[in-house]
């Protein structure tokens, strides 16, 4: 697997790592009660932490493995094939609804 190809992934896996946790956390903390606002708020700091030191080691540091990724361009390819697929899919499922509804 190329170098590249391999740290982009990993760069979309983390991201979307990250961004996931601060939702997760943000919903637990405002919806939950008691214990559960606390793990939320873990959540929370952690998926934004991780986030903060990818995006540096990305995006700003010049260790040599991470500064070879461009991180936007990964981010904003993946984020186009995304909605791609996401079109595709439902257009998929609203032709099997209507095939399947009609019989």
Do not use: Q
């Amino acid at each position: 697997m190329d170098p590249w190809t391999l740290w982009g992934f990993l760069t979309i896996v983390i991201f979307v790592f990250s961004l996931v946790m601060m939702v997760a956390g943000i919903f637990s903390a405002y919806f939950g009660a008691g214990k559960n606002r606390a793990y939320g708020g873990a959540l929370f700091a952690i998926g934004f932490v991780v986030c903060v030191i990818w995006a540096y080691l990305v995006g700003y540091s010049s260790i040599e493995p991470f500064c070879s990724v461009p991180a936007w361009d990964v981010m904003y390819d993946a984020l186009i094939n995304l909605i791609a697929v996401l079109i595709g899919a439902l257009i998929a499922i609203g032709i099997f609804l209507v095939l399947v509804l009609k019989s």
